[in-house]
């Protein structure tokens, strides 16, 4: 559900009203929550990082032009900006002593899981986590969003050329690794 971008855009010099931004709130958190979740793994990771979402876009909403892209758009780019920091920031660390940022972010993955390790669900998902951390963005905003690539492209700054190329090469490797 998409809400009128004019009861959220600030009005002149940048005040935003308290009902505008809690229609914001509702209308948005689930599925950013589940974006975020989706890419970080871990429930109070994904919390984390959705309250740090929700203070940043309040605190430049005065810098959001309604014109350029959809307000979705915008505070898909602070969610998935702030995961990138998130996964960088966590992972950078572990990887000098104990291996990759795909090996750490499998083992959360174990820790979290309620389906049966060998379930198709809990397999795709293990495919999805086992990419590398651009081609798993761009696949949960086209798959699991449903976004079209000139939004994914607003979200990432990447062209829309090399999107679909990452989307493909993530549906190759899930395929892959869903058939070993």
């Known amino acids: ?17 308290q ?15 589940w974006h975020i979740r989706r890419m970080v793994v871990v429930h109070e990771d994904a919390q984390d990082i959705l309250q740090e979402m929700w203070i940043r876009a309040y605190r430049h909403i005065g810098s959001y032009k309604g014109s350029r892209a ?6 898909y780019k ?6 990138l920091r998130h996964l960088k920031r966590k992972y950078e660390r572990r990887f000098i002593f ?25 397999r795709f998902q293990k495919a ?3 990419l590398p951390t651009k081609q ?23 062209s829309e050329t090399t999107l679909k190329t990452n989307y493909h090469y993530a549906q190759q490797r899930i395929k892959e690794l869903m058939t070993r």
């Open 1 to 17: 559900m998409k809400i009128d971008n004019k009861s959220i855009v600030p009005a002149a010099g940048g005040v935003v009203g």
């Open 19 to 33: 009902a505008g931004f809690s229609a914001l709130i509702d209308t948005y958190t689930e599925q950013l929550y």
């Open 70 to 75: 959809e307000i979705h758009s915008w505070l």
């Open 78 to 83: 602070i969610a998935t900006n702030l995961c």
């Open 98 to 122: 104990f291996g990759d940022e795909k090996t750490n972010i499998l083992d959360r993955f174990s820790e979290c899981i309620s389906e049966p390790p060998d379930s198709v669900e809990a």
């Open 128 to 130: 999805l986590l086992s």
């Open 136 to 158: 798993r963005t761009v696949f949960n905003l086209r798959y699991y969003d449903e976004l079209p690539y000139a939004e994914i492209s607003r979200i990432t700054g990447m």
